[in-house]
């Protein structure tokens, strides 16, 4: 009997980070959402679903604590839940991108609307894509699909580097849209580092899954 109840405990925390991870993805896509549109309530919210994520965040941090001080977990279950204790901080801090990206949208709101050389919402949907495939991961328990996140990372970064050299060149070429320039470099940083985030939730899925740590693989590969 207490090794149903530990297992029934898994699966209620399970469930509560994927509760958590919806609404760090409904949080970065109305962000992106408002930024494109200008919409500014959605803005506001962003800033109310960031609330429950940070709400959510000591939740999950509580349960994972407690399984841990009170069932002494092995093996495959201890790599879980210490998986969920580091996920649910990359879910937090996707949340905090998007909330950075809708405070850029409205500080953006007086300025006038531009069009600038450079694709946001072909970026925001790669970095949706990267977010949803790890928490699909996390839900099949399926490595396999933790990789391709891995995969997808360099071409986000290679996105961010482009639109840093364009919108330099932008505001060298036209000071007067610096603003929205610069808004829209630390809104691609924002999404870069959200996908960044993603990688860390899919290295954590393959963790658990594994029992391997990939982290820097790739990039000590690249090294040699």
């Not at 994520?53 to 210490?82: C, G, H, S, T, W």
């Not at 790669?126 to 991961?137: D, E, F, H, L, T």
Request: glycine share 4%.
């Amino acid at each position: 009997m207490p090794r149903i109840n530990f297992q029934q405990q898994l699966v209620a925390l399970k469930d509560r980070l994927l509760a958590m991870a919806a609404l760090s993805q409904q949080a970065l896509s109305l962000s992106l959402e408002a930024y494109l549109t200008g919409d500014m309530s959605l803005c506001e919210h962003v800033k109310e679903i960031e609330a429950a994520i940070n709400a959510a965040e000591r939740d999950v941090d509580e349960m994972a604590y407690d399984l841990l001080a009170k069932e002494q977990p092995m093996a495959i279950d201890l790599r879980f839940i210490l998986s969920v204790i580091k996920i649910n901080g990359d879910l937090e801090r996707i949340g905090d991108q998007a909330t950075n990206i809708a405070s850029r949208t409205q500080f953006l709101n007086d300025s006038p609307k531009i069009s600038l050389p450079i694709d946001i919402p072909d970026m925001g949907e790669k970095v949706g894509v990267m977010i949803r495939r790890a928490v699909q991961s996390l839900i099949e328990a399926d490595a396999k699909l933790a990789e391709s996140v891995l995969a997808m990372d360099d071409e986000i970064d290679d996105m961010n580097r482009d639109v840093q050299a364009e919108l330099v060149e932008v505001m060298q070429q036209h000071p007067m849209v610096s603003g929205q320039a610069l808004n829209a470099i630390i809104i691609s940083r924002n999404l870069e580092r959200a996908a960044d985030h993603a990688t860390n939730i899919a290295e954590d899925v393959i963790f658990w899954v594994r029992g391997s740590d990939v982290r820097h693989k790739f990039s000590l590969a690249e090294a040699d």
